[in-house]
C-alpha cells in the first residue's frame, strides 16, 4: 500500500511538473494541491534523514527519481522557490492574498526578534514564558509537528530552513 501511494503521489508530480514547469508545489487552503504539497514536504524531512545515515522510507531510487524529475530538496538555500513564487504563485482571492501578506510580514517581525533574542541571549530559544516571542516558538514547534504528522499549516520549508538556520530547536527537552 505504501509503495503504491508514493508512485501515485510520484505520478502526480510529474503531472504537476509538465503542466507547470517546475516541482515547487504550494499548500494554500484552496489549493487543490495540499496532499502534494504536503508529500513533498515529508520527501524532503526523509531526504534530510537519510543524509545523516538515519533510516527512512526514502530509497535511493526514491531519491534519484526525485533528483531527475527537478525537485529541489532544500529551496530555501537555493532560492529558486522564492522566484518560483513571485513568477508564477497567484492567489484567487485578493483577501486570501492580502491575509497571506499580512501574515508573512508578521512571522518576518517575529523571526527579526528571534534573532534579536539570540544575540543577547546566545541561542535561539526562548521560554514560553517570554513575551509574544514564546508563545510564537510554542506555535512554531507545534506547526513543525503537524506538520510532521501529514497536516498542513502555514509554517513552511523555507521558513523551517530560516528557523533552523540561526539554531532554534522544533525538539524541546534534548
Known amino acids: 500500500h505504501f509503495n503504491d501511494l508514493w508512485h501515485k503521489h ?6 504537476f511538473k509538465k503542466k507547470n514547469g517546475h516541482c515547487y508545489v504550494y499548500r494554500n487552503r484552496s489549493d487543490a494541491n495540499q496532499t502534494l504539497a504536503g508529500w513533498i514536504h515529508h520527501q524532503r524531512k526523509y531526504k534530510r534523514k537519510h543524509d545523516q545515515g538515519k533510516n527512512t522510507p526514502l530509497t535511493d531510487e526514491r531519491i534519484k527519481l526525485l533528483t531527475d524529475i527537478g525537485l529541489d530538496w532544500n529551496p530555501s538555500l537555493s532560492g529558486d ?3 518560483t513564487t513571485q513568477a508564477d504563485r497567484v492567489l484567487s482571492d485578493d483577501m486570501d492574498n492580502t491575509a497571506q501578506a499580512d501574515r508573512d510580514k508578521e512571522w518576518e517581525a517575529l523571526f527579526e526578534q528571534l534573532c534579536t533574542f539570540k544575540e543577547k541571549n546566545g541561542h535561539a530559544n526562548p521560554e514560553e514564558a517570554e513575551p509574544q516571542l514564546g508563545s510564537w516558538a510554542c506555535q512554531m514547534r507545534e506547526f513543525y509537528s503537524q506538520n510532521a504528522s501529514g497536516e498542513t499549516t502555514t509554517l513552511t520549508d523555507a521558513k523551517i530552513a530560516k528557523l533552523e538556520s540561526v539554531g532554534f530547536r522544533f525538539a ?3
Open 10 to 15: 510520484y505520478g502526480e508530480l510529474e503531472t
Open 81 to 83: 522557490m522564492v522566484n
Open 172 to 174: 524541546t527537552g534534548v
